[in-house]
């Protein structure tokens, strides 16, 4: 199967900070996805982009499919943004990565 | 409010007990999966269905059954399970898998205890 890295595993943010996670992946795929999965276990579609840049608000991501990296920016941060962010990426099925684990304290 | 929902949200069984899992959506689309998350561990993707049928099974061992009665309802049907298999069961859906603009939605999750 597609290998998937995160990085970093950890992240301890002041509120108002900013940070930038990563998203490694072993294969050409067509579909990748960032999740946001909240202190009670639901994780909600923050982007699909299996290329290029999107933003939402406060975030954005780059998707660099044909050097196998997407990134996620999270600016000024506020605690509701704390939980895990997975990358999930795939071609028949999705293969997720181990998440970063964002605590924003205030 | 994903348009996954799953019930129940906590269950916690012994090794012998027989249990369900259920999970329906409400976006209309016509696959559906279970993933488990265990601690410290990446989602696993158990079993996909399209369209009704199974496409995928990743190697669960049979103590997991799922059912997929329409393209709206899963279940997972549980027994004889075993303490390790405490995690979290989320559901998810999506339109067609594998295409190229499939976007997956999760349901809030089971948190299963096994003792």
């Known amino acids: 199967g597609i290998q998937v890295e995160q990085s970093p595993p950890d992240l301890i943010l002041q509120e108002g900070a900013n940070s930038t996670l990563r998203c490694n992946f072993s294969?050409?795929?067509?579909?990748l996805q960032w999740f946001h999965q909240n202190p009670w276990g639901q994780l909600i579609n923050l982007f699909y982009?299996?290329?290029g840049t999107k933003q939402n608000g406060r975030l954005s991501a780059t998707t660099v499919a044909t050097e196998r990296y997407s990134l996620l920016y999270i600016s000024s941060s506020q605690t509701t943004d704390s939980g895990v962010y997975f990358c999930?990426?795939?071609?028949?099925?999705?293969?997720f990565g181990s998440g970063t684990k964002l605590n924003v304290k205030p | 409010e994903t348009g996954v929902t799953q019930t129940p949200r906590h269950l916690v069984m012994g090794m012998t007990n027989k249990k369900s899992l259920k999970c329906e959506q409400h976006l209309g689309h016509n696959a559906m999966y279970w993933y488990k998350q265990s601690a410290k561990k990446p989602l696993e993707l158990m079993f996909v269905y399209n369209f009704k049928e199974q496409t995928e099974n990743n190697s669960v061992p049979s103590r997991f059954s799922p059912e997929c009665p329409n393209s709206s309802h899963l279940f997972l049907h549980l027994h004889t399970l075993q303490p390790e298999d405490s995690a979290l069961y989320l559901c998810?859906?999506?339109?067609?898998?594998?295409?190229?603009?499939?976007?997956?939605?999760f349901g809030p999750g089971t948190r299963l205890t096994v003792l």
């Open positions: 982009i299996p290329s």
């Open positions: 294969d050409s795929v067509n579909n």
């Open positions: 998810a859906s999506s339109q067609v898998p594998g295409a190229r603009r499939d976007t997956q939605y």
């Open positions: 999930a990426v795939g071609i028949n099925k999705f293969y």
